[in-house]
Structure formats: C-alpha cells, structure tokens
C-alpha cells in the first residue's frame, strides 16, 4: 500500500520492510483454516482458537492482524469475513485460491528473493542452474498443483474470447507449457469438438491429465511430454495457447519459440497469449508492472514485456496481426491474439 502524508513519513519503509510479516500471518491464517471456521460462524477469538487448535491468545493477534490488514472485520470482539475474503479464502467457496502459498511462498521463490542485491547487479537471478526454468525443475509441479483455482477465471474469459473469434470448429489445439492445463481444459468445454494437445514436463502433466478427467475431457486430452523447445509439436494447429510463459525468457528466446509456434500452425491459425503486460511506461498496472522483479529474481532473462515488446516479436518470427485484449482489472494479466 502507499501512502500520501503531509510531511515526509517513514511509514511506507516500514510497511514495506516488515512485509515479510503479512505474508506469514496470511500463511498461518490459511493452515489453521481462520478463514473457513470464521465463514462457518465462528466469530469469537475463543472460538475461532479451538476449532483450529489454538491458544486464544495466538488467535486474537492473529486476527487482530488480520484486521488490520483488511481480510477481517471486528465489532464488539467478533470476526466477521470481508467480501474478497469469504469468496477466496474460505476453503468451502469454489473460488478459494489459499493453495496458491504453496507457490506463491515457495522456497525457491522466497529463496530468490533473499539474493535479489546480487541478481540486480547481475541482471539475472542468482539462484543455480537457471533458476525456476532448470529443465523439470520441481516447482513446476507444485506451481501446477496449487494454482489453478487462480486460473479458473480468466481460463474462461480467454475461451469465451476465443470461440467468439473460432467458433463452430473442431479445434486442434496446443497448449505450451499447460501445467495445471486449465486454459487448454477450458477451451475444451467451450468447444465441445476441440482436441487438446498439452506440452509441458512428463511430471507436471500429470497434474494436468488428472484436472482434464475432472473436468470431463479426458478423451478430448493428449500429451505431449517434453521442453518446447526441443520436441516435435506437430503442425496443422488452428490454435496454439502460450500462457505465462513468454515472461521467463529474453526477446531473442522468444522470438526463436514463436518460430516454432508459427511452423506449427494452420494457415489460418492463431497464437493467443496470457502474460503480465504493463503500459509503455513500465510502472502502471501495478500487478503487472511489479511483475517484472519476480523475473529479475527467479530467471536468468525474463521479463513482464509490454504489448509493444511481445507484438515486436510476434512480427519478427513471421505473425501478421497481433491484437491487446484487456481482461477485467481484478486480473494482472492480459491477452493477446496473433494471427499467422
């Protein structure tokens, strides 16, 4: 948060130094299900502490913090959800996204974050072999196990644009780097006759074979194991996802996969990205803009690219037409179609 004080204050360096705080009040409060016994009625510190197996003492600072912090409300010694809170974080919504902590907080991550003086002056991360984009590195597979809940949304606001562009076909689809697979799950319910081929490390598409049989696409659902930048794709795609992917590499990488995307697409295909893209001035949307220090800390070249920046590449490997198309601003990210 800032803040815009008459005087010069400190006020901001110290949030912004104790944030390390926040974001383990917010861990503890999703172990202990804080959230989920307060949706279920109970509303007193006492309460709240022998649901979840606590000492009253504990549950009161915690809470008292969490209120501070905007996820709870208090009035005469009671707790009560706040709106985002009751829809995201108590464990009984359908669109609760706590597991995202189990990425979002996870050691590599908070590790890079620990040695970020060094990978600014080095330009890149200092974490060993490469960082987050090591071949099958393991937090792949928790990043695709804790954050599709996170996707679910905008999974289907970007299917929903795409049967508007390509609708009544029989896709063919590849989805690069699927992980959770939930963008190429959607398209698959949105198209009734689409078939999904979904490229990402053999562990981590596992987690994606398991939400496609959830979903009731399995049949419609293939794999293809490997690094996009090695195996074969195949051609004749009509379509071709490439979800948060682009941002862990430099314009040159990219430019090379999006090569290899447009070999493999149909003459009347289409490329439809989903990224953190911030305005031309760098520092506005703030999600997306601060995107850009997540790269700097856990890949050696990556970076939140700006629709300027990604429709540059997209020409320079051979796309005709790249079009912005913002989603709502509750979401960081945003999309882009290309045309072959």
């Given at each position: 948060m800032s803040h815009s004080f008459p005087e010069p204050s400190p006020i901001l360096f110290f949030e912004t130094v104790n944030a390390y705080q926040r974001s383990a009040a917010i861990r503890a409060a999703i172990e202990l299900d804080v959230f989920t016994h307060i949706g279920a009625g109970k509303s007193t510190a006492s309460e709240v502490a022998e649901a979840s197996e606590s000492t009253e003492r504990g549950l009161r600072i915690l809470c008292d913090s969490l209120t501070v912090m905007g996820f709870l409300t208090k009035q005469d010694g009671r707790y009560q959800l706040t709106q985002d809170s009751a829809v995201f974080l108590d464990r009984r919504s359908p669109a609760f996204i706590g597991g995202a902590i189990e990425f979002l907080l996870s050691p590599m991550l908070v590790e890079s974050f620990e040695h970020l003086t060094e990978a600014v002056r080095k330009g890149g991360t200092a974490l060993p072999e490469a960082g987050s984009i090591a071949p099958e590195h393991p937090v792949w597979v928790r990043f695709a196990r804790a954050m599709a809940p996170m996707m679910t949304m905008p999974s289907q606001l970007m299917a929903q644009l795409i049967a508007q562009q390509m609708p009544e076909r029989k896709l063919k689809v590849l989805d690069i780097a699927a992980g959770h697979g939930m963008f190429g799950i959607a398209v698959a319910r949105q198209l009734p006759e689409a078939?999904?081929?979904?490229?990402?490390?053999?562990?981590?598409?596992?987690?994606?074979?398991?939400?496609?049989?959830?979903?009731?696409?399995?049949?419609?659902?293939?794999?293809?194991?490997?690094?996009?930048?090695?195996?074969?794709?195949?051609s004749d795609y009509d379509l071709i996802l490439l979800t948060n992917f682009l941002h862990h590499f430099d314009p040159q990488t990219c430019e090379q996969l999006l090569r290899r995307v447009h070999a493999a697409l149909s003459r009347n295909g289409k490329a439809v990205t989903l990224e953190f893209i911030p305005n031309e001035d760098r520092v506005s949307p703030?999600?997306?803009?601060?995107?850009?220090?997540?790269?700097?800390?856990?890949?050696?070249?990556?970076?939140?690219?700006?629709?300027?920046?990604?429709?540059?590449?997209?020409?320079?490997?051979?796309?005709?037409r790249s079009m912005f198309h913002p989603l709502p601003p509750s979401f960081p990210q945003q999309i882009v179609v290309s045309d072959k």
């Open positions: 078939e999904i081929t979904a490229l990402d490390w053999p562990n981590v598409l596992e987690v994606a074979q398991a939400n496609a049989e959830q979903a009731g696409v399995g049949e419609r659902y293939h794999l293809l194991p490997g690094s996009a930048f090695e195996v074969d794709y195949g703030p999600g997306s803009a601060m995107f850009s220090l997540v790269m700097l800390g856990s890949t050696p070249h990556g970076d939140a690219y700006t629709f300027s920046e990604l429709e540059r590449m997209f020409a320079t490997a051979g796309f005709t």
